[in-house]
C-alpha cells in the first residue's frame, strides 16, 4: 500500500525528470517556449508540493516544509534559474522519496524485532479445532498449539510435552522443555511437540499485548535528546527564515554594488536549508530502536529517558537475595563428630520435617528420601531456638546456638562459618552442624566484571542477611560496598545515602527482583526489576525489567544504551554541522540550492541510515 | 480514559512533534503522544469530554498533515 503510492511518485519524478531533460536539450532560441517547458516539468515534478503548501497556508500553516520549498524554487524561477529550479525540486523529491523508503524500511524492521503478536489461536470446541482471533478466547478455554506455531495466550499446558523457544522474550537462546502443569507465555514458540493448555490469561492481560504495549507507549516519556531537538526545531525555522529574509534585503541596501538577485539567490539556500525534518527524524527512530534492540535481548525499557539516563550510570546497587544469588537455600556442608554425616542429616530432616521454613525446605531436600512419620514420637518447637524432636527413641535438638547453650552452658559455637547454621545435638551431646547457605547465581560474577568494565564508578550491596553472609557473597563477586541487616525501611534510607553522594550528571540504579522493594525501584534514578516474566508486579513498579535471572543483562542494557547515545550524538553533530556549514557558503556565495538540498534531505537519508545501527544487536551479547 | 489511533502516512517527524504538542494542549486532554515510529498516538483525558477530544483531535492532525488519516486502533 505504502510502496504504491511511493510507486507513483517515483513514476511521475521519471516522466518529470524526461520533460526536464527535454527543456535542457531543446534549445528553441526562444526564451518564453524553453520558460514554458521547465515549467511543464516543475508542475509534474513538484506541484504536489505547491498544492500543500498552499493548502496548508490556508489552515494557517506557515513556514512548513513545502512552502519553503515552494517559495525557494519559485524564487529561483525568479531570478532566471529556471533549471536549478526544476533541478532542486526534482533533487528534492528524489531525496524525499529516499527518506519515506528509509523511515518505512526501518520501521518495519524495528517492528519485526518485537513480532512476538500472535495472529490465531487454535481454539477448541467439541472435537474440533477452530482457528480465531486470540481476543476471542476466554479464560479457561482449551487451545491446541502446533509444532512451529506462536503460543496465543499465556496459558498452562494440560496434556502434551514440547520444547518452547522464548528467545523473542527473553533473549534467550536455548529452548525451555514444557510438559503438563508447566506455565506458558504469550509469543513464545512452540518448537517441536504439539500441545494443549488451558487459557490462564485474556489476550489483552496476556505477557505478548503487555510486552508490545509497554515498548509501543515508551515513546510517551521522551529521552532529553528528543526533548532538546523538537524544542530546537521550533525557533529552528523562524530563525533561518529571518536570516533568509535579512540576507535578501540587507547587502543589497548597504553594499556598494551588490546585486540584488545574487543575494536574493542566497536567500533561497537559506530557505531550502530550514526545513526541520531532517534535523528530527533519526532521533525518535534511534530511540526506539534502541528499545526495540533491548526488548530483543529480553530487556524492557519503558522510556527513552530511561535507556538515555542508562548510559551515565555512575553507581549500581543490587539486592542481594534472588539478584545476585539464587533466593533458594541449600545445604553447602555437613560437619558431624561421633556420627555419620547422612545419619546427621537424616536425623535433621526428621526434626525439621514438620516446618515449611525455607531452611527445614532446603535439609529435606538435601536429605533427599521419604519421610517416614511413624519414627517420629514427638515434636516441640522451641520458638527463637530451634525443635526437639523424639526420632527413634533418641531426643534430637536442632537450632541455633542459643538452642545449644540452653541444653549445655559449655557450648562453643565454632568461629569462622559464613552462613545459617543449624547445630544439632543428639541426647544432650553436640553432634556437630549444617551450613546452610544461598548460592551465587554463575552470571552475578559476569554482570559485575561487566559493570568494571563499563567503568561503573562503583558498585553496592544492600540485603538483611547476616554482616558475614553479605560481606562474603560481595567479596566472592568484588562488589565495592556492603550494607547488611537492612530492614525494608532501612533499605530506603541507604539509597538516600547513596544518591546525596554522587555526582549531579551521573544516575543510581538499583537492582531487585521486584518482590518487597517497590519503594526502592521507585526512589533510584532507574529501578530495575529482574525475573519480570509473568511477574505483573515486577513490570509495574520498574523503568526497566530484565525478563530472565540474569543481572548481567544490566550490562547490555548499558551497552545498548551507550551504543543509542552514541549515534544520536553522531546524527545530531552531523545535521547540524553540514547545515551550518553550507548556511555560511551560502552567505558568501560559495553554496548553491543543490549543497543545500543535499544538507536537508541527503544528510537526513544518511541520519536515518546511520540510526538503523541500532539494530544490530548482536553487538550487545556479552 | 485512555484511547489509541493510528496515523497512517504520518511521515514528518517534526510534524509528530506538533500534533503530540497540539494535541496535548487541547481542552479535556490530560496527556498525549505520538510514537513516530509505530505511527501510533495515545491519548489521555477526560471521559466526560472524550467525544469532543476524538474531534479536536482529528481536527488538529488534518490541519497539520492533511494526508494523514487518523484511524481507532
Not at chain 1, 562459618?417 to 544432650?428: F, N, R, Y
Amino acid at each position: 500500500m505504502k510502496m504504491g503510492t511511493n510507486q507513483k511518485r517515483l513514476l511521475k519524478m521519471i516522466i518529470g525528470a524526461a520533460v526536464y531533460a527535454l527543456a535542457l536539450l531543446y534549445r528553441p532560441g526562444n526564451e518564453t517556449i524553453s520558460l514554458v517547458i521547465f515549467i511543464a516539468a516543475f508542475a509534474i515534478i513538484g506541484g504536489d508540493i505547491i498544492l500543500k503548501a498552499v493548502r496548508n497556508m490556508m489552515h494557517g500553516q506557515l513556514f512548513d516544509e513545502n512552502f519553503l520549498m515552494g517559495i525557494a524554487t519559485i524564487g529561483a524561477f525568479g531570478v532566471g534559474e529556471y533549471a536549478e529550479g526544476v533541478a532542486v525540486m526534482l533533487f528534492y523529491q528524489v531525496g524525499e522519496l529516499f527518506q519515506s523508503y528509509a523511515v518505512n524500511k526501518s520501521r518495519r524492521s524495528i517492528v519485526g524485532l518485537m513480532d512476538i503478536r500472535p495472529d490465531y489461536a487454535n481454539l477448541e470446541r467439541g472435537n474440533a479445532l477452530e482457528k480465531v482471533d486470540p481476543e476471542a478466547v476466554k479464560i479457561g478455554d482449551i487451545i491446541v498449539i502446533k509444532a512451529g506455531e506462536k503460543i496465543p495466550l499465556d496459558s498452562v499446558v494440560v496434556a502434551g510435552i514440547s520444547m518452547i523457544d522464548t528467545s523473542a522474550l527473553t533473549g534467550e537462546s536455548l529452548p525451555r522443555e514444557v510438559t503438563e502443569g508447566d506455565n506458558l507465555l504469550s509469543g513464545c514458540i512452540n518448537i517441536n511437540g504439539l500441545i494443549r493448555a488451558r487459557v490462564t490469561k485474556e489476550f489483552g492481560e496476556s505477557t505478548a499485548s503487555k510486552i508490545l504495549d509497554l515498548v509501543e507507549n515508551a515513546s510517551g516519556k521522551k529521552s532529553n535528546s528528543e526533548n532538546f531537538i523538537t524544542k530546537f526545531a521550533r525557533y529552528y525555522t523562524p530563525t533561518v527564515v529571518a536570516a533568509a529574509a535579512f540576507l535578501a534585503v540587507i547587502p543589497p541596501l548597504i553594499l556598494d554594488g551588490a546585486n540584488f538577485s545574487t543575494w536574493f539567490y542566497r536567500a533561497l539556500v537559506f530557505l531550502v536549508i530550514s526545513c526541520p525534518c531532517a534535523l528530527v527524524i533519526s532521533i525518535p527512530l534511534s530511540f526506539f530502536g534502541g528499545i526495540g534492540g533491548a526488548s530483543k535481548n529480553g530487556i524492557l525499557v519503558k522510556g527513552g529517558n530511561y535507556l538515555e539516563a542508562l548510559a551515565h550510570t555512575e553507581i549500581v546497587v543490587f539486592d542481594k537475595t534472588g539478584t545476585l544469588t539464587k533466593g533458594v537455600f541449600k545445604v553447602q556442608e555437613v560437619v558431624a563428630n561421633d556420627i555419620s554425616q547422612e545419619e546427621l542429616l537424616e536425623l535433621t530432616a526428621y526434626a525439621e520435617s514438620y516446618s515449611s521454613h525455607p531452611i527445614s525446605v532446603s535439609l529435606k531436600q538435601a536429605y533427599g528420601k521419604e519421610i517416614d512419620q511413624t519414627r517420629i514420637a514427638g515434636v516441640e518447637e522451641i520458638s527463637g531456638h530451634g525443635v526437639v524432636a523424639t526420632i527413634d527413641a533418641k531426643m534430637v535438638a536442632v537450632g541455633n546456638a542459643k538452642l545449644m547453650w540452653k541444653l549445655n552452658p559449655d557450648f562453643k559455637e565454632a568461629s569462622g562459618v559464613v552462613g545459617t547454621v543449624v547445630h544439632v545435638a543428639i541426647d544432650g551431646n553436640y553432634k556437630g552442624y549444617i551450613l546452610i547457605a544461598d548460592e551465587i547465581k554463575e552470571d552475578a560474577v559476569n554482570a559485575i566484571r561487566g559493570l568494571k568494565a563499563a567503568r561503573i564508578r562503583k558498585t553496592v550491596m544492600l540485603t538483611g542477611d547476616a554482616k558475614a553472609i553479605g560481606e562474603k557473597v560481595a567479596n566472592d563477586l568484588g562488589i565495592d560496598q556492603v550494607y547488611a541487616q537492612l530492614l525494608p525501611a532501612d533499605k530506603v534510607e541507604k539509597l538516600e545515602e547513596l544518591l546525596a553522594a554522587k555526582s549531579a550528571k551521573g544516575k543510581l540504579v538499583f537492582v531487585g527482583d521486584g518482590i518487597n522493594d517497590a519503594p526502592v525501584l521507585a526512589r533510584a534514578d532507574i529501578g530495575i526489576a529482574m525475573g519480570g516474566l509473568g511477574s505483573d508486579a515486577a513490570i509495574e513498579a520498574a523503568d526497566v525489567v530484565i525478563m530472565t535471572d540474569e543481572p548481567s543483562k544490566l550490562v547490555t542494557a548499558i551497552r545498548i544504551s551507550r551504543r543509542t547515545l552514541g549515534i544520536v550524538k553522531q546524527n545530531i553533530v552531523f545535521a547540524l554541522t553540514v547545515k551550518a556549514l553550507i548556511m555560511i557558503l551560502g552567505a558568501v556565495g560559495f553554496a548553491s540550492m543543490w549543497a543545500a538540498v543535499f544538507a536537508d534531505v541527503g544528510v537526513a537519508f544518511i541520519a536515518i541510515l546511520n540510526a538503523m545501527r541500532v539494530l544490530n544487536t548482536k553487538r550487545y551479547h556479552t | 480514559m485512555k484511547k489509541s489511533f493510528m496515523l497512517e502516512g504520518l511521515d514528518c517527524a517534526a510534524c509528530a512533534a506538533k500534533i503530540e504538542r497540539m494535541v496535548s494542549a487541547l481542552d479535556g486532554v490530560s496527556g498525549a503522544s505520538v510514537n513516530f515510529v509505530t505511527t501510533k498516538m495515545v491519548i489521555e483525558g477526560d471521559e466526560a469530554k472524550f467525544d469532543q477530544i476524538i474531534k479536536s483531535a482529528t481536527k488538529v492532525v488534518q490541519k497539520l498533515e492533511p494526508d494523514v488519516i487518523v484511524k481507532k486502533a
